[in-house]
T-cell receptor, first 113, second 111 residues
Framework: GAGVSQSPSNKVTEKGKDVELRCDPISGHTALYWYRQRLGQGLEFLIYFQGNSAPDKSGLPSDRFSAERTGESVSTLTIQRTQQEDSAVYLC???????????FGEGSWLTVV | SQQGEEDPQALSIQEGENATMNCSYKTSINNLQWYRQNSGRGLVHLILIRSNEREKHSGRLRVTLDTSKKSSSLLITASRAADTASYFCATDAWGTYKYIFGTGTRLKVLA
């Protein structure tokens, strides 16, 4: 596609429910990132995929968070048993190669009530 | 933990003035990038500077990189109200290409 696409744009969920956030990277981009941004804060690194290499999961805050990516295509970030502190914008980004310009999607705004 | 820290956290200037933001980081890097974010959603890429470069320009933007001090600065000249946004630096630690973002500078340009 023309840009990084994320869905849903906004999600309100009840505490304890599971949510799935989807990211479609730019076609041909081998690297994909997920970041979390709480209101008024900076971007918090969550996970990094590069081609078929093992992902760097060092930023995932707890075992309630997981992410998958099939090849160089779509990625899904799953949050299980959501908590109120999970409320944030979840930003996905992709890049054509290591060290290249990172292109961001518009984010998925998650509100846990 | 954050790799980069921006300074100042917030900056308010008059239209037409220059705005300077600084970024410091902790480890050796491959590249440093600056981004702008409006209204808390997607980030827009401004400039990428590689570790062997010292200065880059793009329109009204000038970025410098001092690897000996592990710091970078972003200068916006002749600022406009439309430049009001949050500005972030991002660095990838040498050999990793995993980009970590700083805490950001919130710039407000008053008309």
């Amino acid at each position: 596609g023309a840009g990084v696409s994320q869905s849903p744009s906004n999600k309100v969920t009840e505490k304890g429910k599971d949510v799935e956030l989807r990211c479609d990277p730019i076609s041909g981009h081998t690297a994909l990132y997920w970041y979390r941004q709480r209101l008024g804060q900076g971007l918090e690194f969550l996970i990094y995929f590069q081609g078929n290499s093992a992902p760097d999961k060092s930023g995932l805050p707890s075992d309630r968070f997981s992410a998958e990516r099939t090849g160089e295509s779509v990625s899904t970030l799953t949050i299980q048993r959501t908590q109120q502190e999970d409320s944030a914008v979840y930003l996905c980004a992709s890049t054509v190669r290591d060290g290249g310009t990172i292109y961001f999607g518009e984010g998925s705004w998650l509100t846990v009530v | 933990s954050q790799q980069g820290e921006e300074d100042p956290q917030a900056l308010s200037i008059q239209e037409g003035e220059n705005a300077t933001m600084n970024c410091s980081y902790k480890t050796s890097i491959n590249n440093l990038q600056w981004y702008r974010q409006n209204s808390g959603r997607g980030l827009v890429h401004l400039i990428l500077i590689r570790s062997n470069e010292r200065e880059k320009h793009s329109g009204r933007l000038r970025v410098t990189l001092d690897t000996s001090k592990k710091s970078s600065s972003l200068l916006i000249t002749a600022s406009r109200a439309a430049d009001t946004a949050s500005y972030f630096c991002a660095t990838d630690a040498w050999g990793t290409y995993k980009y970590i973002f700083g805490t950001g500078t919130r710039l407000k340009v008053l008309a």
